[in-house]
């Protein structure tokens, strides 16, 4: 069964099986669903603070990852699936970080073109 979610300003809301509110500090700005995982990127109104604005949340709304510091210093704005199914999180200084959706573990990084 796949989990199914919406998500409002800072709440993310989670049906599967039961509902479940997961309230961040900053909104959401995207969400999508990878592997049983929803990863959220928060929106951040300053690029260079609050800048591991990732985060992998299970079925039962328990908070399983955030993304590692990354090397560019600046908040991530975007999730998107390569055409191999690869998750991407990009971030303001054009940096593509491949992340393993279940961890949150960075598997490489590429600059966008």
């Keep these: 069964m796949s989990t199914k979610f919406t998500f409002q300003d800072r709440i993310l809301s ?3 099986p039961v509902s479940i509110d997961v309230v961040f ?3 959401i700005y995207q969400a999508v669903l990878k592997d049983d995982m929803i990863i959220v990127v928060l929106l951040n109104s300053d690029t260079y ?3 591991q604005n990732v985060y992998g949340v299970d079925s039962n709304g328990n908070i399983v990852w955030q993304i590692e510091q990354p090397r560019s210093k600046t908040a991530f704005v975007n999730l ?3 055409k191999s199914n690869h998750l991407v999180a990009g971030n303001c200084a054009a940096f593509e970080y491949h992340l393993d959706a279940r961890t949150g573990k960075v598997l490489h990084i590429e600059v966008s073109k």
């Design 49 to 51: 603070r609050n800048i």
């Design 25 to 27: 500090d900053y909104i």
């Design 80 to 82: 998107y699936f390569t």
């Design 14 to 16: 989670i049906s599967s």
